[in-house]
Each structure stands twice: as C-alpha cells, then as structure tokens.
Nanobody, 115 residues
Framework: QVLLVESGGGLVQPGGSLRLSCAASGSIFSISIMGWFRQAPGKQRELVAGFNSDGSRNYADSAKGRFTISRDNAKNTVYLQMNILKPEDTAVYYC?????????WGQGTQVTVSS
C-alpha cells in the first residue's frame, strides 16, 4: 500500500515556473516506478514525465525541454520542475507509483497557467 500526496500547484502566468512535489509513504521500498500524469478538462489523462525501470527519464513531447522530473530518495519525494509554462499546460497533475504490480495515484494538484 502506497500513499502519494502532491503539492506545489497553483496559478502562474505564461512563461512562469512551478515545482510540484510528490511525497510517498507506506510500502515505499517496493515502489518500482514513479511518474507524473496530467488531465485537462475534457481530455484523457496523459503521461507527462516518469522514471523508466532503469532510472532513465521519460517525457511527453510537449514537456521535453521544459519539464524535469527528479527525486530525492532520502525524502521519498519525486519532483516535477515545470518551466516556460503555457496555457495548454493547465491541468490537474497527478503523481503515480507502481508497487508490486499495483498502480497508485495521488489526489492531484491543480496547475493553472493564465495571464
């Protein structure tokens, strides 16, 4: 069982930056994969960034070059640094993790990019 709690969302102007955090608790030592997804109104949830099984990073085309996923193992936390934000980045961002074959989701954090 894994609990994921996101934070760091908010309202930002186009071109601005935000850093999202996802703190994991529970069976953290069994987590094999972690990543970030987002879901905009009327759209399907999509992968934004994630760690591959070998530790390498994987990014959506729309995020590549602007977003960076990172982690702090000591804090059991994964981050999503988002730079040069665009209105189309507006969505609820969800942290996810896979633990022993089970998929877990955080509650989501709203990111709104607007002038």
């Amino acid at each position: 069982q894994v609990l994921l709690v996101e934070s760091g969302g908010g309202l930002v102007q186009p071109g601005g930056s935000l850093r999202l955090s996802c703190a994991a608790s529970g069976s953290i030592f069994s987590i094999s994969i972690m990543g970030w997804f987002r879901q905009a109104p009327g759209k399907q949830r999509e992968l934004v960034a994630g760690f591959n099984s070998d530790g390498s990073r994987n990014y959506a085309d729309s995020a590549k070059g602007r977003f960076t996923i990172s982690r702090d193992n000591a804090k059991n936390t994964v981050y999503l640094q988002m730079n040069i934000l665009k209105p189309e980045d507006t969505a609820v961002y969800y942290c996810n993790a896979i633990e022993l074959g089970h998929v877990y989701w955080g509650q989501g954090t709203q990111v709104t990019v607007s002038s």
